[in-house]
């Protein structure tokens, strides 16, 4: 499970890059699509032009009505080829920018031999994981620095399929999730709540309702709720669950090839995290 956890962690910015990256704006710009239609056309369309309601499960924790502001919509205005024909392209201008020379290194043409590995190594196992399904079906790129960010997109989405049936399996809905994410000392509660689109009267009833069922501390003013033991009781066993769930392809490529993945990796998720993910922070 440490494996699993660790070598996602580090690989994650390189793919996490795309939903902050200026490129990938412009490209969507470019297409015609405003607003966070970008975000939800992009990531969903390797599954087609499908319905706000299929965003709204498989995302799962945006507020339904940011999605539907954006879903269908964005398919009248580029089909979902487009996107990902756009998506792959930001993403090519991004990491050549950010990483200069190293796209065509030796290092990169191992990792993406690594990632891919590990990617390849679940092709079977797509069953109740609709997102890695959907970008497990497109083709792979040539280029390696593309092949090692579609490996991580796939290690991603295989993941956070993953994560969403720990969260059902917990009874925590979307919104309770972010709640309780944030309490466990993810990230802060009003960015969580701002980026998903929820209201503070819906996320304050999250609250009251989490309180309830003894999973966060009561209300005390100008303090931040905190998990109970109940409730970090429940949020371990659903970060323990993703870990289990997802652990099959870093066992597969094996403990050595792992720790050589993160090694090779590393330096260029940390110039993304800083370089595109930091900056849209200002």
Known sequence: MTLARKTWRTLEPYHGMIYFSPEAEAAYRDLGLSGRMGYFASRSAAMGAVSA????????????????????????????????????????????RVLGEAVASAEMARAATLARQAAEAIGDDSVARPLYA????????????????????????????????????????????????????????????LSRG?????????????????????????????LTPEGARVRQEIEDLTDRRSARPYEALGEDACTELRGLVRPWSKLLATEVIGRAFG
């Open 53 to 96: 309601e299929v965003v709204v499960a498989t995302f799962a924790n945006f507020n339904p009505e940011l999605v539907r502001q954006a879903i269908p919509a964005a398919w009248g205005i580029a089909g979902p080829e487009q996107l990902l024909a756009a998506r792959l392209e930001a993403v090519d201008a991004t990491l050549r």
């Open 134 to 193: 959907a970008h497990a079906a497109l083709p792979w790129a040539d280029a390696p620095h593309l092949v090692l960010w579609q490996a991580q997109t796939l290690l991603r989405e295989y993941r956070g399929d993953a994560h969403l049936a720990a969260l059902l399996a917990a009874g925590l809905n979307g919104i309770e999730s972010l709640v309780t994410h944030a309490a466990a000392g993810g990230p802060p509660a009003e960015v969580l709540r």
């Open 198 to 226: 929820w209201t503070a009267q819906r996320w304050a009833k999250a609250l009251d309702g989490l309180r309830a069922r003894g999973l966060l501390s009561p209300a005390a003013s100008g303090s931040e709720p905190h």
